[in-house]
């Protein structure tokens, strides 16, 4: 079946330049496409093929898929089975990054893939060579491939450092008007009824599109860039707080394609104007710079939603944590309080239970004569080499001896921390201190090139601080940005959390997840009808005279090592 045109899509111009720009200029490093479903992101990205130039063998860009479920033999390559039988003669086989050399490498659904794929696409992205070695075979060949990306953000997060990979990002809204919506449909069903004759009646445009495109790469080379523009980037990755220059040098490219895309001789102000959303979607740190909105004549500015009648009046000071959940404490507006360093802080480390529970699935599963349920054993996650086999009989039936394929060495760790940010940690800058505790724990994750993400509870709501990524040196400014305020969904925050946990080990399995959860403890809510998080860790802030004790019954009801904090002392050692 034919694709869908890309002349016909209706309306999608940003993604449409983006697409058209990374054919002009494949250095700019590929497109990732964000957005809801149904919102045309496979089809024009899959569109796109038919309207790339040929060389000059009028040979067509080549244009791979990646599917989903591909092996790594698939991305990679692999032995020829068929020679090694019939010859016995070792070849390679060619896989997707050799059949994408020279043209687009096509992932739908790209944050879905597991990482052992992903960590291939990295080293080779990174390299422009695929290199094979395996069982006395050595190959690599030339995998210069532009990388195009689909992804539905609320299935799941892309790898930070695959992310950065993508030169342009686009993030795709889903509302659409009423007219557009029913163009959308009628094209559609146009296309459905009759193929041929919708291609025919865009066929020129699509060949005005593969012209245009050849005549803007040619014109590439001719480019010329002002001074002032490399001024004008870099002031703007500056302050967008980007990492690197990558950026810097994406956004050139970009806006140089674009100007060759207009057919006119030099970068201008509206080329680097019209790409720079694209390029600092997924790379800014920093929120763009935009004037304040002006205040209603008669009334005060005020720092949240309890106007600043409720900041004035706010406590601060701990005694007023006996109003509890309902009195000043939730009526606060959202409030700043910075991280407070703890010296020599050593999170406890809840290896040992992840151990022990692994050992009891093990005993039991040994018990019962099946195979490990949550667990994998190693011995379950190595896997016959038929290779590897083949080669070490060299060719003769029944095998002599079998090979196995090793499990991959480590095991990937997130750490995921729940941090209340509600009104009562804000008395005795309990919530500085916890901030503390989070940078402390980031900082070792960091060390041990481990994966990170802070969900904050508070202010009414569970919303992400530190989305999950390799945890960065410096988590500072990101934990300081996070105010405190308001009530404390407790229960709205564990289930997040285990919905997150589902979704990461679904997508990756062996992950493993800790969870720690920082509070003070103050809430009415129960949890106990809330299933276990695993492993997971409670570390209780309150630091009253006289303790309520939530902390611990909370621990109890989820299933969670329990440790009170104590601010004073150098480390957290010996929880219960």
Known sequence: MSEFPFAAVVGQEALKTALLLNAINPRIGGVLISGPRGSAKSTLARALAAILPSDSEGQRAPFVTLPLGASEDRLVGSLDLQKVLAEREATFHQGLLAKADGGVL??????????????????????????VERDGISHSHPARFSLIGTMNPDEGELRPQLLDRFGLCLEQAGALSIDERIAIVQQREAFDLDPAGTLERVEHEQIALTERIARAQR????????????????????????????????????????????DVGSVEQQDIDTVEPWVLAHRRTQPPEQSPPSS??????????????????????????????????????????????????????????FQRIKRADTASSAGKGGTLGQGRSQVATSRLDGFATIIANRGQWPWQQLKMRKARAGQATAHLVLLDTSGSTLGQRLLGQAKGLVESLVTQAYAAREQVAVLGFGNGGVVPILSRRRAPKNARGTLDSAKGGGGTPLREAIVEAKRLIQQWQRREPGLQVRTYLITDGRTRESVDDLAPLGDCLLIDTEQSKVKRGQGARIAQQLGARYWPADFGKPSLVNPI
């Not at 703007?236 to 956004?251: F, K, Y």
């Not at 404490?329 to 959202?334: D, F, H």
């Open 106 to 131: 096509y992932v739908d659904e790209v944050n879905l893939l597991p990482d052992t794929l992903v960590d291939l696409l990295l080293d080779v992205a990174a390299s422009g060579t695929n290199i």
């Open 219 to 262: 014109l590439l080379k001719e480019i010329t860039t002002d001074p002032w523009i490399y001024r004008a980037i870099a002031t703007r990755c500056e302050a967008a707080g980007v990492e690197g220059l990558r950026a810097d040098v994406t956004w050139h490219r970009a806006a140089q394609a674009h100007a060759a895309w207009r």
């Open 296 to 353: 209603p004549p008669n009334q005060t500015p005020s720092n949240g939603e309890g106007g600043s009648s409720s900041a004035n009046n706010a406590p601060t000071g701990g005694s007023s944590h006996q109003h509890g959940e309902q009195g000043q404490w939730g009526a606060m507006p959202p409030m700043a309080q910075a991280s407070i360093s703890q010296p020599a802080v050593n999170l406890p480390d809840s290896e040992d239970l």
